[in-house]
């Protein structure tokens, strides 16, 4: 069980980063104690095909701005353990259930594109989606970097309002003592929760998984967990 606290403050030295043209990946969030994603050289692994229709009814519907990813990420494995392919028309999402398939369109151009979720993220509190190279192009979202964008699923493998298993993910920390000294914290408060640190991409992490990765408690952690920079997800893992 967790135990109840007020709201936690804790100081951190990571960073945003900001620049539009220059949009950082998300680090991965996997389903094990890992650390996350490592360098391997095989061939990206062929998606499974994403069949839809061009009238098909959305299932959930959300806007909000999107980036994109590719190096240092591209042949890497992606959260649900496929290899990831910045050339495959697929997205990180925070929240839809894994190998969801979702359109989304620039609000601006009205350009769409059909993705799937394969990924974690953004890491970045103001967007909601990362999309693949490929898909960045397609909504011309790759050049200026960012774009406001309609998210319309249209079909998903597991509810998305009820039941998953679920984290918190915080950082991004340049410095691994301050992110240490959270884990503590976060240990010493959340009895019965799994507190790992890890590095990423864009710096030291600490990720808490609430007992039976549940959702409730996972969302009671990130509403009490505040820092001075970087964010606080909530992430779900499955």
Request: some cysteine; charged content about 20%.
């Amino acid at each position: 069980m967790l135990i109840a606290i007020g709201t936690l403050l804790l100081s951190a030295c990571g960073h945003k980063k900001t620049a539009a043209n220059r949009v950082p990946p998300p680090p991965t969030v996997t389903t094990d104690t890992a650390p996350p994603t490592q360098s391997t050289t095989k061939a990206p692994t062929p998606p499974p095909a994403v069949e839809t229709s061009k009238h098909q009814k959305p299932i959930y519907v959300e806007t909000g701005l999107a980036s994109w990813y590719g190096p240092p990420y591209h042949n890497r494995h992606g959260a649900n353990g496929e290899v990831y392919d910045q050339n495959a028309l697929t997205a990180a999402h925070r929240t839809l259930p894994m190998n969801s398939v979702v359109r989304v369109t620039n609000e601006s151009t009205k350009h769409s594109v059909v993705v799937r979720v394969t990924d974690r993220g953004p890491f970045i509190e103001d967007r909601v989606i990362d999309l693949s190279l490929a898909a960045a192009k397609a909504v011309d979202v790759w050049r200026p970097g960012t774009a406001t964008v309609k998210i319309e699923v249209l079909s998903a493998p597991a509810p998305i309002f009820e039941g998953g298993r679920w984290c918190v993910q915080i950082g991004a920390f340049q410095s691994r003592h301050d992110a240490l000294k959270l884990k503590e914290k976060l240990e010493a408060h959340y009895q019965g929760a799994q507190v790992i640190e890890f590095t990423g991409p864009t710096g030291e992490w600490v990720r808490i998984r609430p007992e039976g990765d549940d959702k409730r408690k996972a969302q009671d952690v990130a509403a009490n967990t505040h820092v001075k920079e970087g964010g606080v997800f909530l992430v779900r893992l499955d």
